[in-house]
Structure formats: structure tokens, C-alpha cells
């Protein structure tokens, strides 16, 4: 199957800096990917809709100043996290949609963020 | 409005059967998907339905009515590793997935 890499695999920041995460389709081009918060104990919430080449949509509730998303190429994109605070902790999962088979989200192994 | 239910937890015990059931209420509908997560990992593919019936794959079956807007995932032979979130997600016609909360399922020796 395809393969989704995310960078780092966890991070520890102090609070009031930027954070950087990186998701990369490694074997195909995914014009949409997909950025996910998951709180513990607690199932994946969409945060944002990342396209190729364009904005990224929002789902409500989720600040785009704070979490920006950058879909600069088809195999890469970057969220970041910032001005991060102790309730930015979470883990952030990215998934990239491949249109090959049957529209299947292939997922990131995640980023666990602890802000300090 | 969009939904999806399934369980908050099920037990099973090791060697024997389980069905996950899962129901939906989506804006148009483009199949049916069954993750596995374990704690801390990001979710795996289990299974994908858009036609209705049943598709088997090893010792996981995933069953799929559209009419009636359920699905059910049937684990068989249950082994220990089993133990993990079984999360049911719908994909809308915008092609976004529309979790459910997830069914954390505890097998016993």
C-alpha cells in the first residue's frame, strides 16, 4: 500500500514557540491530504483539508492563524503549530487521500506534541 | 447532520467471535471504511464497503448496508494482539471521513 511519513514522530516545545510538522506521501502524489488532532482516549477530529496548490479549508472551530497549513507540493504537506500552549498537546495525524483504488485515506504515523 | 455510532467498548474472549456493529447518517455517501488503532498509533486500514454485502478478508469481515445505513466488522479467532480501537468511518460526497468515537475492544485470555 502507499506509505504517509511524518516528521518528527514526537516533539517537546516550550510554550509561546512555532512547531513545525511535515507529512510527505513517499510513493505517490496526493493532491488532498488530511490534518487530524487526536486528545486522548478520544477519536481523530478533521482540523483542516490541505489542497494542492491552494488554501487549505478549515473545519470550524479550528483557528487558521494558529495552525497553518502549507500544501506546496503534491507530495508534501506542513502544519505548524504556533505560538503552541500546554493545550496544543495532542497527537496530530495527517493522512493523504489516494484516488488510485477507491478514494482510501493512507495515514501518517503521527506527531506527538507536548507543549511545556 | 452527520453521525456515526458504534459502541465505547466491547469484551471478547480470545479464540472466539466478535461483531463491531456501526451506523451512519452522512451527506451522500462514497463507502464505508474500518480502522484498527492501538494506543498512541495512528489508525491501519482494515476494511472498505461501498457495495452492499460482505467482504472477508482473513479473519476480518466487514458488512455493509446502505439501505439501512449499518456495518459491522466481524473479527474471528480473536488473538490477544487484537486488543485495540476499532473506528468506523463514512466517507460524504466531499470525500472527507467521518469518524465515529471508536469501539476499544478488550480481549481475555
Known amino acids: 500500500g502507499a506509505v504517509v511519513s511524518q516528521h518528527p514522530s514526537w516533539v517537546i516545545c516550550k510554550s509561546g514557540t512555532s512547531v513545525k510538522i511535515e507529512c510527505r506521501s513517499l510513493?505517490?502524489?496526493?493532491?488532498?491530504m488530511f490534518w487530524y488532532r487526536q486528545f486522548p482516549k478520544q477519536s481523530l477530529m478533521l482540523m483542516a483539508t490541505s489542497n494542492e496548490g491552494s488554501k487549505a479549508t478549515y473545519e470550524q472551530g479550528v483557528e487558521k492563524d494558529k495552525f497553518l497549513i502549507n500544501h506546496a507540493s503534491l507530495t508534501l504537506s506542513t502544519l505548524t503549530v504556533t505560538s503552541a500552549h500546554p493545550e496544543d498537546s495532542s497527537f496530530y495525524i495527517c493522512s493523504a487521500l489516494s484516488g488510485r483504488d477507491y478514494n482510501e485515506q493512507f495515514f501518517g504515523p503521527g506527531t506527538r506534541l507536548t507543549v511545556l | 447532520g452527520q453521525n456515526i455510532d458504534q459502541p465505547t467498548e466491547m469484551t471478547a474472549t480470545e479464540g472466539a467471535i466478535v461483531q463491531i456493529n456501526c451506523t451512519y447518517q452522512?451527506?451522500?455517501?462514497?463507502?464505508l471504511f474500518w480502522y484498527q488503532q492501538h494506543a498512541g498509533e495512528a489508525p491501519t486500514f482494515l476494511s472498505y464497503n461501498v457495495l452492499d454485502g460482505l467482504e472477508e478478508k482473513g479473519r476480518f469481515s466487514s458488512f455493509l448496508s446502505r439501505s439501512k445505513g449499518y456495518s459491522y466488522l466481524l473479527l474471528k479467532e480473536l488473538q490477544m494482539k487484537d486488543s485495540a480501537s476499532y473506528l468506523c468511518?463514512?466517507?460524504?460526497?466531499?470525500?472527507?471521513?467521518?469518524w465515529g468515537a471508536g469501539t476499544k475492544l478488550i480481549i481475555k485470555p
Open positions: 452522512t451527506s451522500g455517501f462514497n463507502g
Open positions: 468511518a463514512a466517507m460524504d460526497s466531499n470525500y472527507q471521513l467521518i
Open positions: 510513493d505517490f502524489q496526493a493532491t488532498t
